[in-house]
């Protein structure tokens, strides 16, 4: 723990980092400002590759991380590739539990109707690290009575 510049109490952990790509030379992932919550991931690629309309393409981030068994973490788009181009993370957000060892790859999806190309050391998604609670599952006969019960998608206001 640490205190922030706000003056309160935040968290710190350590995460370890290995880089696994031999293809290119990339730094470490990092994030682009000082209150930014995601570390940018690079496409660890050679050589351009092409996201067809509608295709799918699992991309190497060139790194493996081994974190504390509390942490997750999280891939997340890039909200610029998304806006601009329509290629997102198809499992957003993906998850890396602690237990991963293996290289981190962004499952990357193109929305819209052109191609896109993805050169070496394009940004591509974010990782973002966060806590997971010991959580205990309790089976019971019946669960607690609330107003909205068992209304589902749409219930609390959608209108069509």
Do not use: C
Not at 12 to 31: A, C, G, H, M, R
Not at 44 to 50: C, F, M, N, V, Y
Not at 78 to 106: C, F, M, Q, W
């Amino acid at each position: 723990m640490y205190l922030n510049n706000l003056g309160g109490i935040a968290l710190s952990y350590n995460v370890q980092i290995k880089k696994v790509s031999t293809e290119i030379e990339f730094d470490l992932p990092k994030k682009m400002t000082t209150y930014s919550s995601g570390y940018d991931l690079i496409a660890a690629i050679a050589s351009p590759l092409i996201i067809q309309p509608g295709e799918r393409i699992l991309v190497p981030s060139g790194i493996a991380i081994s974190m504390p068994n509390y942490l997750e973490a999280q891939v997340r788009p890039r909200s610029g590739l998304a806006y601009k181009h329509g290629i997102t993370v198809l499992n957003s957000p993906g998850t890396v539990d602690a237990d991963y060892r293996g290289e981190i790859k962004v499952l990357l999806i193109n929305h819209s109707k052109e191609q896109y190309i993805i050169q070496p050391k394009d940004r591509i998604a974010q990782l973002v690290f966060q806590e997971i609670p010991e959580i205990q599952l309790i089976q019971v006969d019946e669960l607690t009575v609330t107003e909205r019960g068992s209304g589902g998608f749409g219930h609390t206001g959608f209108k069509s």
